[in-house]
């Protein structure tokens, strides 16, 4: 059996278990390394080869997948990885790093529960990280942080142990001020604020692939010093292996990112404003896979095999190919489901069904757009219209 297809296997099963589902965004300010990070991410985690990271994105080693053309979305991915016993699936989707695109980086934030926000360790927090925060904790979307480029800072910067935990910590506390300043009450109460101690900030190079936390540090034993001298001796290789970017980001994002049973929660009264007591109101705060289906949908590619396909986050019940479902705003004739997918690596592969947690991608929904609200059910109040926050307000000296 080839390495991809166990990998379907994988995926199709996690899917059914939303506690083991992660839904997850990554910003940040422009050329702070969001790319660079997630074809690492998904590289290290296996989803893709090695030396096409960063390149077209072409996923694995399938030649009968090659040879059917199967389009990739790299704007939609998904990885598997292992915490302790068990395994967990990590949908992540791509937000623009430009303030133009602001529109784009709401709408992927309506997708995910949870955020890793990317900023250069040597410019530190820049507008833009503070527009895509915003955006993102508006949504009710968890934070974690990644201080990026630290390699920077001892090959370019000659900064020692004592010195790195400065410049770190002033990243840290310039954060933990925008998010404070968002929402306090989540900030002291709702595990927003962001600790090293706790694990909730890690530190690396996406470009040479490491990254370390606190909680990594003691489980791995590389230290501070390990880090500088071996970035001083030009032995990027050494972190790789002993402290992989993947495994250190990943490990963050299952331990202290929502899962979709826990954030649907929390979240929905925030993006959806219907009546919380009727049956698919009840089932959206429960994740339900058994009540009503209802999706925002929030992207729309065209795929050249299997034409317009609509991906967007499932929160209630559970779509099935051949379906029936309405789309808001319109004439109340439904669309039948054609295929019913969700994405493995950058690869969008067909299902018999996608449940309730999940980030689906489907076609034949030919009068949906983008921000539109997909339900089994005839009338279902739509989910908040989508707004985005264009203009950067900087709160905090850089
Ligand atoms: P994006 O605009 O946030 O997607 O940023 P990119 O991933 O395209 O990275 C911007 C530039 O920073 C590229 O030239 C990368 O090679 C470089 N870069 C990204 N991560 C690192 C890093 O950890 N260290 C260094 N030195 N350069 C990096």
């Given at each position: 059996?080839?390495?991809?297809?166990?990998?379907?296997?994988?995926?199709?099963?996690?899917?059914?278990e939303?506690?083991?589902?992660?839904?997850?965004?990554?910003?940040?300010?422009?050329?702070h390394?969001?790319t660079?990070?997630?074809?690492?991410l998904?590289?290290?985690?296996?989803?893709?080869s090695?030396?096409?990271?960063g390149?077209a994105?072409?996923?694995?080693?399938?030649?009968?997948e090659q040879?059917?053309?199967?389009?990739?979305?790299?704007?939609?991915?998904?990885?598997?990885?292992?915490?302790?016993d068990h395994?967990y699936?990590i949908?992540m989707?791509?937000?623009p790093g430009?303030?133009?695109?602001?529109g784009?980086?709401t709408?992927?934030?309506?997708?995910?529960?949870?955020?890793?926000v990317?900023?250069?360790?040597?410019?530190?927090?820049?507008?833009?990280t503070?527009?895509?925060l915003?955006?993102a904790?508006?949504?009710?979307?968890h934070?974690?942080?990644?201080?990026?480029k630290?390699?920077?800072?001892?090959n370019?910067?000659?900064?020692?142990?004592?010195?790195?935990?400065?410049?770190?910590?002033?990243?840290?506390?310039?954060?933990?001020?925008?998010?404070?300043?968002?929402?306090?009450?989540?900030?002291?109460?709702?595990?927003?604020?962001?600790?090293?101690m706790?694990g909730?900030?890690?530190f690396g190079?996406?470009?040479?692939?490491?990254?370390?936390?606190?909680?990594?540090?003691?489980?791995?034993?590389?230290?501070?010093?390990?880090?500088?001298?071996?970035?001083?001796?030009?032995d990027?290789?050494?972190?790789?292996k002993?402290?992989?970017?993947?495994a250190?980001?990943l490990?963050?994002?299952?331990?202290?990112?929502?899962?979709?049973?826990?954030?649907?929660?929390?979240?929905?009264?925030?993006?959806?404003?219907?009546?919380?007591?009727s049956?698919?109101?009840?089932?959206?705060?429960?994740?339900?896979?058994?009540?009503?289906?209802?999706m925002?949908?929030t992207?729309?590619?065209?795929?050249k095999?299997?034409?317009?396909?609509?991906?967007?986050r499932?929160f209630?019940g559970t779509?099935?190919?051949?379906?029936?479902v309405?789309?808001?705003?319109?004439?109340?004739?439904?669309?039948?489901?054609?295929?019913?997918g969700?994405?493995?690596?950058?690869?969008?592969?067909d299902?018999d069904?996608?449940?309730?947690?999940?980030?689906?991608?489907?076609?034949?929904?030919?009068d949906?757009i983008?921000?539109?609200t997909?339900?089994?059910?005839?009338?279902?109040?739509p989910?908040?219209?989508?707004?985005?926050?264009?203009?950067?307000?900087?709160?905090?000296a850089?």
């Amino acid at each position: 059996m080839s390495r991809g297809k166990k990998m379907v296997e994988k995926i199709t099963d996690l899917m059914n278990e939303p506690q083991y589902i992660r839904n997850i965004g990554i910003v940040a300010h422009i050329d702070h390394g969001k790319t660079t990070l997630s074809d690492n991410l998904l590289s290290g985690a296996g989803m893709i080869s090695e030396e096409l990271s960063g390149k077209a994105c072409w996923m694995d080693s399938d030649e009968e997948e090659q040879a059917r053309g199967i389009t990739i979305d790299a704007s939609n991915v998904s990885m598997v990885h292992t915490v302790g016993d068990h395994e967990y699936l990590i949908n992540m989707i791509d937000t623009p790093g430009h303030v133009d695109f602001g529109g784009d980086v709401t709408r992927a934030m309506r997708a995910v529960d949870g955020a890793v926000v990317v900023v250069d360790s040597v410019e530190g927090p820049m507008p833009q990280t503070e527009t895509v925060l915003r955006q993102a904790l508006k949504e009710g979307v968890h934070p974690v942080l990644f201080i990026n480029k630290v390699d920077r800072l001892i090959n370019e910067l000659k900064v020692d142990p004592q010195e790195m935990m400065i410049r770190l910590g002033k990243v840290i506390d310039k954060v933990n001020k925008l998010i404070k300043g968002m929402n306090e009450d989540l900030y002291n109460n709702g595990g927003w604020k962001l600790d090293p101690m706790k694990g909730n900030v890690a530190f690396g190079s996406a470009l040479y692939n490491w990254a370390i936390s606190i909680p990594y540090m003691k489980k791995s034993g590389v230290s501070l010093q390990t880090i500088i001298d071996k970035c001083n001796e030009g032995d990027a290789k050494y972190l790789a292996k002993t402290s992989p970017l993947h495994a250190v980001l990943l490990d963050m994002v299952v331990t202290f990112l929502p899962n979709p049973l826990q954030a649907q929660g929390k979240r929905c009264h925030i993006i959806w404003h219907g009546d919380v007591e009727s049956e698919i109101g009840k089932a959206m705060y429960a994740c339900d896979s058994k009540g009503p289906a209802a999706m925002m949908v929030t992207d729309i590619s065209f795929d050249k095999h299997a034409g317009e396909v609509a991906t967007g986050r499932l929160f209630s019940g559970t779509l099935t190919r051949g379906m029936e479902v309405y789309i808001s705003g319109t004439a109340g004739k439904p669309n039948r489901l054609q295929q019913v997918g969700i994405f493995m690596g950058p690869t969008r592969v067909d299902v018999d069904k996608v449940v309730a947690g999940n980030i689906a991608a489907v076609t034949g929904m030919s009068d949906a757009i983008v921000g539109s609200t997909v339900s089994s059910l005839k009338e279902m109040t739509p989910f908040e219209s989508l707004k985005h926050y264009s203009e950067p307000v900087m709160t905090v000296a850089v």
